[in-house]
């Protein structure tokens, strides 16, 4: 959901991106089948980009976002590391926080990159079992929660997430 109360969703099975404008209309945004099996999404701190993740891949998508609402440029951006037994990423969900860091619930850890999409470190779970899910909330967002084995854990951190109502601009990515 976007701060102009619209909302981007991925569909597996169709393989496409869609959107549900402020009146309530859906419409496909993204049918290019280059990405497998689109499964999460996030929004840059300032609703400018949309992250796309690909199960079926390595790489996760960025995308700029329209003034209307489309998706445009896109490009394989984050390349995710994989398990040494395949090349599939097995991704199901991403966040980002103020600082641009993509947050990416993999199977079996949780990695994050930095805004530039270099892989910029490796969490391990709270416990053994698929990571589904992440969000950062609490009072000042700064609490990280991940989803696994149907269970939700979460740890403070020192990074915060944003407010879907108050985008923000996030710091110049590093070179």
Not at 122 to 132: A, C, K, R, S, W
């Amino acid at each position: 959901m976007t701060g102009r109360s619209t909302v981007y969703f991925a569909d597996a099975v169709h393989r496409t991106i869609g959107y549900i404008d402020e009146q309530g209309r859906t419409r496909t945004l993204y049918d290019g089948g280059e990405i497998a099996m689109p499964s999460g999404l996030a929004l840059s701190p300032d609703q400018a980009m949309l992250i796309v993740t690909d199960r079926q891949s390595r790489f996760s998508w960025s995308f700029q976002i329209a003034g209307d609402g489309s998706l445009i440029k896109g490009e394989p951006f984050y390349r995710l590391e994989t398990p040494e037994s395949g090349w599939k990423s097995g991704v199901q969900g991403a966040v980002e926080d103020a600082d641009g860091q993509v947050y990416f619930a993999s199977p079996l850890v949780v990695q994050f990159c930095e805004a530039n999409g270099r892989v910029a470190g490796i969490l391990n779970p709270p416990e053994h079992g698929v990571v589904t899910g992440l969000a950062f909330a609490g009072k000042n967002l700064d609490w990280l929660y991940v989803a696994e084995g149907g269970k939700l854990f979460r740890r403070p951190v020192k990074v915060r997430g944003v407010a879907v109502g108050r985008p923000t601009k996030a710091p110049a990515a590093p070179l």
